[in-house]
């Protein structure tokens, strides 16, 4: 099943995208307040008995509008590794990003007054469906609600600051995250997954999942060590080599530039570039 929130006339909302419709569960009486409430509370089965509204009618929102974590992986796939002149680590590198970072594919990336070092990280997002601490990689799976696009977007001179990546990943409206949740029993072979971004029309990275170095089960478990999941977290699972700052020479966004983030199976983010005013 796949999954938005949205807004219509003026009301936020979430449903189950059947086609070129949405069913607005959100509508029903006694509906879960919104998409991590739904999935918390185990209510994604909903009927077919709610309202039925035309996608193209209504506003996208970030899919997961209100996650009470987003934690990012970094140098996650061999490529960008060297690209990067980064040492092979024995765990994962995370970071993490403000929910107000969150944008919706019909919301364009803001680049910053203060920065023209904006730079793509096209990468796949899942979604925590059931909570918990210290869960074991074998289980991981089954603490999935689903999958989503996302793009990292970077201001690299401020996360090359100091060492630590934060403020380069927070400035608001850099962050592209849906357009929809995809559940598991929509993607087949999760190796065979492919991330890619493009830039006006040239591809500038691609990859399938099992170039990973940390694949999924590991980041969960790594994660769920030091810090408790609860429905509707999300962690970027890292962006493939071939990013804008490290090509010769660097390729930087800038407004008027459409930056789109495809993940087999699971869909496509197109993304106007716009200076902030």
């Not at 979430?14 to 029903?28: F, K, Q, S, T, Y």
């Not at 680590?89 to 944008?103: G, M, Q, V, W, Y």
């Not at 559940?183 to 029309?201: Q, S």
Request: glycine letters at 10%.
């Amino acid at each position: 099943m796949r999954f938005i929130s949205f807004e219509s006339d003026g009301r936020a909302s979430w449903g189950r995208v059947e086609g070129d419709e949405i069913v607005d569960l959100g509508a029903l009486n006694g509906a879960s307040a919104d998409l991590k409430a739904a999935i918390a509370d185990g209510k994604l089965d909903g009927t077919s008995d709610a309202p039925h509204l035309k996608r193209a009618s209504v506003r996208l929102l970030p899919v997961i509008p209100n996650p009470s974590k987003i934690l990012c992986v970094g140098h996650n796939y061999e490529s960008h590794r060297v690209e990067t002149g980064r040492d092979k680590t024995k765990h994962p590198s995370i970071f993490t990003r403000f929910a107000d970072t969150l944008i919706s594919a019909d919301d364009p990336i803001i680049r910053p007054k203060v920065s023209s070092d904006l730079d793509f990280e096209a990468e796949l997002a899942v979604v925590i469906g059931k909570g918990g601490r210290n869960i074991p990689e074998s289980d991981a799976m089954d603490h999935l609600a689903g999958f989503a696009c996302f793009n990292d977007a970077s201001l690299r001179d401020w996360q090359w600051h100091t060492r630590q990546f934060i403020p380069g990943k927070n400035f608001p409206g850099t962050a592209p995250f849906g357009p929809e949740l995809v559940t598991l029993d929509e993607i087949g072979d999760l190796d065979r997954i492919e991330v890619k971004a493009v830039l006006n029309g040239e591809v500038m990275q691609i990859a399938t999942l099992d170039h990973m170095l940390f694949p999924i089960p590991t980041i969960i478990a790594y994660i769920s060590t030091f810090t408790p999941l609860s429905p509707g977290d999300v962690i970027a699972t890292g962006t493939p080599g071939g990013v804008g700052a490290k090509r010769t020479p660097p390729v930087w966004m800038k407004a008027g530039d459409t930056i789109e983030v495809h993940v087999s199976g699971v869909g496509s983010i197109s993304s106007r570039i716009v200076d902030e005013t």
